[in-house]
């Protein structure tokens, strides 16, 4: 073995006296200094951008403690429990989902008893509605609730350093919720129907990560988003208010080159608002908790651009000369989406020959 | 791509569907608790050799006295008097009767939807005068799948009725035996004498009621049809003056169906500041009304919207006294 190392020693010596006539180090033509890199592209390559979407499962639901639910055939009214019942007339309150009006006055009137006429066929009798329905929400515990649906857009920015991440975005979604359901619906409580098919809303937030885990191409992140939620125009009253709102999710990566990145992500959302119901000096506190299921990309600023030389098929990182300013330049031999300085066959994983494109050529090398 | 890859995808895939669509509820399967019932009055039927056919309407019915030369009831004549004990399907007694013709007779009308259980309704149809019945009622015809403790009726209970149908009278004839006790107690009170009981004596209305001016109210200022009017009442019944049954305030316009007949009747006549007394004949109050059973289940039925909050407080073919005030 020492032998053959020896061997090949006197060999390069030979090779290169008889080609320079002197023995010499191998040179390169430029330094390391002399290579230019864009320093902005260097601090760039600190941040990702992501963009995801998917699909948000939220879970409606609010309480009646505190008043008295009001239900006649054509009206959905709460009225203030102040310890006795809504007399002859009362204040009800409207659309208390997410604009709260009050009406003055409404009259309570039982017209299927003394002195109001009777009806025809009166046994089974569908008008056997009473004029109101008055239930009281803290006796029986009413609430309601209610699913709804949305196609979230996540836009975030972030920086990395080491395996920490932070940075800030914007959600809008597109929400729709049908109808909350109440508990009492067996005792002939309607469903509540919104005053909106549906409802853009909005949140910026501040995002704080970790990647804990890798695993081959796979990298599991936990994030934090601290943020804003705005529910959009149907949302506009100013009694409502709402906190701080909070997302929790693991982003599942799928780093398909150094750059480029696709995304799943599960995240916990919890949101709520508070209502304060006219009338009553009272408020109703709303959950609305979302579970989103997205799915998007991410991507890294690269530090070094591709070549611009259409014809450099080079596939590692190397140096060029720029043909416009002659300087030093290192680029890069592959998109953003695949991997730089690949290992042999490591970007196709596929033969060439058995790419979709080629089955059918004779020859399509 | 690697297998391990492969695996872990498979796996993400399947717990996505499972949280998308694990949570949802699933829905109880509905029984046919019709084909129940009926299963169960013929299998009691059989058991017991009882000689019981069936209606078209569903009911079960045993003739326990016949009466072929009895009244026959018709559209006209089909307000019944009857006497009944009412029972679960082997369980307890919950209802029963006067068996005799007298003040506190049952009195229903037939065919107009006015009689819970419907079942009942439906089988007196059957019945001519004189006749005594047995019904099996399934639980569809009767309460559905209302329970209560007290009586002990359990949800989707089948009802065996025994009815004595006493009496067969038309609207004419009921009337006609109203206006006879109307009369009686008119002068058992001795209404239309002017210095005991003033203002005036008592006036018998175009429309059927008794009108009794009992003091006057500002001359000629009487109301025209659609105005509104402050009208405070008390009801009474004809048979217990004692104890109204139904009093306030009612806000209203005048003469546009409000109230019932018999009231706006009565306040036709009435000047603002007046009070009088109307006494109302059941046809311009609330007539059939609605019969149940067991009354004391009143409340319990309006809230199932079984029958009209009114029917709780008016029994059928009821004579109304009301003392009222224009203000």
Same mark, same amino acid.
């Given at each position: 073995m020492i032998k053959l190392v020896l061997n090949r020693i006197v060999v390069f010596f030979l090779l290169t006296t008889s080609l320079f006539g002197v023995a010499t180090a191998q040179e390169y033509e =430029?330094?390391?200094?002399e290579i230019y890199r864009s320093p902005i592209k260097k601090i760039l390559n600190q941040f990702s951008f992501t963009i995801t979407t998917g699909y948000g499962r939220t879970n409606y639901k609010h309480s009646l403690s505190g008043l008295y639910y009001a239900q006649s055939q054509t009206q959905q009214l709460l009225v203030n429990d102040d310890g006795t019942p809504p007399g002859r007339l009362f204040d009800g309150v409207s659309t208390w989902l997410n604009n709260p009006i009050l009406n003055p006055g409404i009259p309570n009137v %039982?017209?299927?008893?003394? *002195?109001f006429p009777p009806i025809n066929n009166?046994? #089974? +009798?569908? #008008?056997?509605?009473?004029q109101f329905l008055i239930l009281k929400g803290d006796s029986l515990g009413m609430e309601y609730t209610g699913k709804g649906g949305g196609i979230p857009l996540f836009l975030s920015l972030r920086y990395n350093y080491k395996k920490f991440r932070i940075g800030f975005g914007f959600m809008f979604e597109r929400q729709s919720l049908k109808k909350l359901k109440s508990n =009492?619906? %067996?005792?002939?409580v309607r469903d509540y129907v919104p005053n909106f098919k549906s409802s853009l809303s909005t949140r910026y937030f501040l995002t704080l990560g970790y990647r804990f885990y890798d695993f081959w191409d796979y990298s599991f992140a936990g994030e934090v988003q601290i943020g804003k939620f705005n529910g959009g125009k149907n949302f506009k009253s100013p009694l409502i208010s709402r906190g701080t709102n909070l997302n929790f999710g693991i982003s599942i990566e799928k780093n398909l080159s150094e750059y480029f990145r696709v995304i799943f992500k599960p995240s916990y959302d919890l949101n709520n608002y508070n209502i304060e119901i006219p009338g009553t000096g009272k408020s109703i506190k709303y959950k609305q908790p979302t579970m989103f299921y997205q799915l998007g990309i991410s991507i890294t600023f690269p530090e070094i651009p591709r070549s *611009?030389?259409?014809? %450099?098929?080079?596939?590692l990182k190397h140096v060029i000369? %720029?043909?416009?300013?002659?300087q030093y330049k290192e680029v890069r031999?592959? *998109?953003?989406h695949k991997r730089q +300085?690949?290992?042999?066959?490591e970007n196709h994983r596929k033969l060439f020959r058995a790419k979709r494109k080629n089955k059918k050529k004779l020859n399509p090398y | 791509m690697h297998n391990k890859e492969i695996l872990f995808l498979k796996y993400l895939f399947l717990s996505i569907l499972a949280l998308l669509y694990g949570c949802g509820s699933s829905e109880e399967p509905t029984v046919d608790q019709e084909l129940v019932d009926d299963k169960i009055i013929s299998d009691y039927i059989l058991a017991n050799n009882i000689t019981a056919e069936k209606d078209t309407s569903g009911i079960y019915f045993e003739v326990i006295v016949p009466n072929q030369i009895g009244k026959v009831q018709t559209m006209f004549d089909n307000i019944l008097t009857i006497h009944y004990t009412a029972k679960i399907l082997e369980g307890v007694g919950i209802d029963s009767t006067s068996?005799? /013709?007298?003040?506190d007779s049952v009195k229903v009308k037939q065919g /107009?939807?006015?009689?819970?259980?419907r079942g009942l309704d439906y089988g007196l149809a059957l019945m001519k005068k004189g006749e005594t019945f047995k019904f099996f009622i399934p639980s569809h015809l009767a309460f559905k799948d209302f329970s209560s403790s007290l009586p002990a009726i359990p949800a989707n209970s089948i009802l065996e009725i025994t009815v004595e149908l006493l009496e067969i009278e038309n609207d004419a004839e009921q009337l006609a035996g109203e206006i006879l006790q109307i009369e009686n107690y008119i002068t058992t009170r001795a209404l239309n004498d002017t210095i005991t009981n003033p203002l005036d004596s008592v006036v018998l209305l175009p429309s059927g009621e008794y009108y009794k001016r009992i003091s006057t109210g500002i001359q000629n200022d009487t109301l025209i049809a659609g105005e509104p009017l402050n009208l405070r009442y008390s009801g009474t019944f004809l048979n217990d003056p004692? @104890?109204?049954?139904a009093s306030g305030v009612l806000d209203y316009n005048f003469s546009?169906?409000?109230? /019932?007949q018999g009231i706006d009747s009565g306040v036709s006549k009435m000047e603002r500041l007046e009070r009088a007394l109307i006494i109302i004949p059941s046809q311009s109050g609330y007539k059939e009304s609605a019969f149940y059973f067991p009354r004391s289940l009143g409340s319990d039925f309006v809230n199932e919207l079984f /029958?009209? @909050?009114?029917a709780t407080e008016v029994p059928p073919f009821s004579v109304l006294v009301f003392d009222v005030t224009l203000q």
């Open positions: =430029y330094t390391e200094e %039982d017209s299927l008893s003394v *002195p009166p046994v #089974l +009798n569908p #008008l056997l509605q009473q =009492y619906a %067996d005792l002939g *611009p030389m259409k014809s %450099d098929h080079v596939q000369t %720029d043909p416009e300013t002659g031999g592959q *998109p953003i +300085n690949p290992k042999v066959g | 068996a005799t /013709i007298g003040p /107009i939807g006015a009689i819970l259980p004692l @104890n109204p049954f546009t169906g409000i109230v /019932i /029958i009209p @909050n009114y």
